[in-house]
Nanobody, 124 residues
Framework: HVQLVESGGGSVKAGGSLRLSCKFS????????MGWFRQTPGNEREGVAT??????AYADAVKGRFTIFRFDGENTIDLQMTDLKAEDTGMYYC????????????????????WGQGTQVTVS
């Protein structure tokens, strides 16, 4: 099983920045597709950004503000978030899958079987 551990969440004022990090381990097949998703109470988990190899894809709500990075040598993916808004508040989860590029998209939550425990982001 792929194990995922998120870090970097916290509280920030609107307009500020945060960087989330996800360390992954325990894989048998290297997870070329990974992503960040978020969820608020009472709502469905939604995709924020995914990365296949080094190519990122973004939800419309975060395009131009968030950037996803992969650091292969460190088995880490990061999510740099800038110009944060109150609506970005939520629990952010790192996820991984062995799906191919066509399914490595933020709107393909159902194709991600491996999840971290989440890290809270609060924007006020």
């Amino acid at each position: 099983h792929v194990q995922l551990v998120e870090s970097g969440g916290g509280s920030v004022k609107a307009g500020g920045s945060l960087r989330l990090s996800c360390k992954f381990s325990g894989y048998t097949l290297y997870p070329y597709c990974m992503g960040w998703f978020r969820q608020t109470p009472g709502n469905e988990r939604e995709g924020v950004a995914t990365i296949y190899h080094f190519e990122g894809a973004y939800a419309d709500a975060v395009k131009g503000r968030f950037t996803i990075f992969r650091f292969d040598g460190e088995n880490t993916i990061d999510l740099q978030m800038t110009d944060l808004k109150a609506e970005d508040t939520g629990m952010y989860y790192c996820a991984a899958t062995n799906a191919d590029a066509s399914r490595c998209k933020p709107d393909r939550t159902q194709d991600f079987p491996y999840w971290g425990q989440g890290t809270q982001v609060t924007v006020s």
